[in-house]
């Protein structure tokens, strides 16, 4: 991967956006997902259940949303990194892809949620 500093900075303002709050709702995805599959979620009723689910594919469909309109932007999203495209090479048809570093809070997840709505151990 190539490293491009400060590129954040040339980057329309509005996909800037796009970037924060995408990383916001994948936070608020997983909080919500770990709490509907928690023993304590017995404690609501059905109707509050149901609604959190509910609650729950909408903001995994508005995420994917989200992800297809960085896409269109150049803005690719990989396990919770975003990589700009800025070139690819013609003879191999390899994107060649730089990390995009915003502001704000990074995610911190044991689990990342993929555009496709895979997840994933990060690791930790």
Do not use: W
Request: one cysteine or more.
């Amino acid at each position: 991967m190539v490293q491009l500093e400060n590129n954040i900075t040339t980057m329309k303002d509005f996909v800037k956006r796009m970037i924060t709050e995408h990383k916001e709702l994948v936070e608020r995805i997983q909080a919500l997902n770990d709490y509907v599959y928690k023993d304590i979620s017995e404690a609501d009723d059905r109707v509050e259940f149901a609604n959190k689910c509910v609650q729950l594919v909408a903001m995994r469909n508005y995420e994917a949303a989200l992800c297809d309109r960085l896409k269109n932007q150049g803005i690719v999203v990989d396990c919770g990194e975003y990589f700009e495209k800025v070139n690819t090479d013609k003879l191999t048809d390899k994107l060649i892809r730089v990390p995009v570093t915003c502001k704000g809070n990074d995610l911190d997840l044991d689990k990342k949620i993929d555009c496709d709505g895979s997840q994933h151990e990060t690791g930790k």
